[in-house]
Structures are given as structure tokens and as C-alpha cells.
């Protein structure tokens, strides 16, 4: 199972409270392993996200402790339409984990937000989280804040 995205072997995710408080972001949820059990698993996300709030603001995948530029920090999951073949005009709804943060550009008074679809670059490997950047095409590494 290492190659799919999370979400499709995934129940019960959330972000850690707990650690929210100490500016830890901690994506939990049970992920079936290769035998199709399900097992407790955790991702700190502060690992593989980071946060700019610079001239361009965004969120990119491989930097670290993307929290400490971040005002707001949100999950939640969402039905996305995937098409199932090129003729598929509206696609199937599947489930995709999303992050949304907020974050307060240097030169503006106006927050801007970046969502991130968490799946795209963390997959279950045999029932816990792993985060893969070479998943991620390299032009869409970095997810700008609008």
C-alpha cells in the first residue's frame, strides 16, 4: 500500500488537539495495513510542511515548522470530484484530506490562505503515515496563499 495516497485506506483523521497547543501538528487516524487490519497512526506535519510569508505567501511541502509563520490552521476533509476515464466530465467524489492556513503577509494588513491537499505528498505504508516528496512534481511543491 505504500505507493497510495493515505486518504484511500484511511478513517477517523484528525489533528491532534493536544498537541495543537503546543503549536504541534499532528495528523492522526487509523490506516489499514497490508492484511487489512486497522492500526493507530500519527504524522507530525511540522516535518514535512513548511511556511513563508514573505513577498509571495506560501506553504511548501518538505520545509519545516510551517506553524510558526501561520495565524490559523485548519483540517478537514472534503469531497473533491476525481474523474474516472477522459470522458468523465464530473468524476467519482472521493475524500481528500485538506490543510488550510492562514497567514499574514509582511507587507499587508489582509490574511491569504493556502490549502494543501495533505494526500498529495503523505501515502500509507503498510498502516502508518509516510511523507514522500517525490510524489510531488517539483512545480507543485509550493502552494502560494491567495
Known sequence: MSNKPFNETARDLK?????????????????QNDEGEWVAAEINLMKSLGCLNRLVPHVE????DFS???DC????????????????????????PMLS?????????????????????IVSNNGQFEFRLDRIPQDQRIVKAY
Not at 489533528?15 to 490506516?31: F, H, P, Q, R, S
Not at 511541502?61 to 519545516?64: A, R
Not at 490552521?73 to 481528500?96: A, C, K, M, Y
Open 15 to 31: 489533528l491532534d488537539e493536544a498537541a495543537e497547543e503546543n503549536d504541534d501538528y499532528i495528523l492522526c487516524g487509523e490506516l
Open 101 to 121: 492556513v492562514t497567514i499574514q503577509p509582511d507587507w499587508s494588513d489582509e490574511q491569504v490562505e493556502a490549502c494543501v491537499g495533505l494526500s498529495d505528498g
Open 61 to 64: 511541502w518538505g520545509g519545516k
Open 73 to 96: 490552521v485548519e483540517f478537514s476533509v472534503n469531497p473533491i470530484p476525481v474523474p474516472t476515464s477522459e470522458d468523465d466530465i464530473h468524476g467519482q467524489l472521493q475524500e481528500r
Open 68 to 70: 510558526k509563520s501561520a
